[in-house]
């Protein structure tokens, strides 16, 4: 749901990213409330974890479109909404500025419609009272399933109201609508089935990195201690992105697929003075635009570019967690 510059006018834009932005401050207010050292090495690696494995489309079988997942439920689930939400602020800046991934006029728009729904609709209406009454396999999977179904649709009518709003398409809102409805409702069931995979295998590993109130799950022995489950994280981050990113669906996603549907193209552009400034700030950032080399399509060019994507995540999560001074105490990180 990436959506490019061409579908939202400069008021619509400026709209979310006002909205994006409060709920942002809203976010670092709470993160550094509850003071957790803990989570400095978790946003990290769990944000180039969600940047590898956006990069892995799968197809969605008879249709001729494709998906990625989203993440940011996966996020709620172990950071809780507010330090989900930012970190998924980094991957989703990251993915626009360097790799020219949905465009910096709708930024504020996709990091509500990627990041908001999964995060807080997800994260406080679905994961958190499931799971108050203590973690078990069935209801992660229930959440995991029916957050990811959910907030995809809310983020995908989301696309729709705000491209409608914007009124610089001629695209009709009821087949746009239900274009975009069908097409995530098949996209968010498989980022689901994924999203429960990776937290039941955390659950079992090391359960206290779920976001609860289970005292149980603190008491519990996991199978790995707090660095182990990092490292093994750390490990898939760089598989996905390294190696398995070449394995991507080359099918267009859900956003593209529905608008070669009602459009006849994906490529629509923007005009005006805010679009054309948006696009040559862009232009100037994206050092590797569509995660390749300028001029190159060596698929050295895509596992270079999930490479460093994901360093520069972990790096950017760790570096905003002491710039904006989170985590303010002395309490000692243990590796049990």
Known sequence: MHMADALVSPSVALSMYAASTVVAAYSIKKVREENNPRKIPLMGIMGAFVFAAQMLNFAIPGTGSSGHLCGSMLLAALLGPEAAFLTMIGILAMQCLLFADGGLLAL??????????????GGLLIWQPLMRSGLSKGKIIAAALLGSVLTLQLGAFSVVLETTASGITE???????????????AIGAVEGAIIASVLLFIYQARPQLLHSDDSAASDRAGRYSFAQTLAVLAGATIVAAGGL??????????????????????????????????????????????????????TWGTVFSGLLGSALVLLLGLGCCYAFKFFKNDQVIKHE
């Open 108 to 121: 504020g728009a996709n990091i509500w419609n990627m990041a908001f729904y999964g995060c807080f609709v």
């Open 245 to 298: 990113s070449l394995a991507a669906s080359e099918k267009p996603d859900g956003l593209e697929w529905s608008l070669e549907r009602i459009a006849g193209t994906a490529e629509l552009e923007g005009s005006g003075l805010w679009h054309e400034l948006a696009a040559k700030i862009q232009a100037a950032t994206a050092l590797l635009p569509d995660y390749a080399f300028v001029g190159n399509e060596s």
């Open 171 to 185: 695209l009709p809102f009821n087949a746009f609508a239900l274009t975009m409805q069908g097409i995530h409702l």
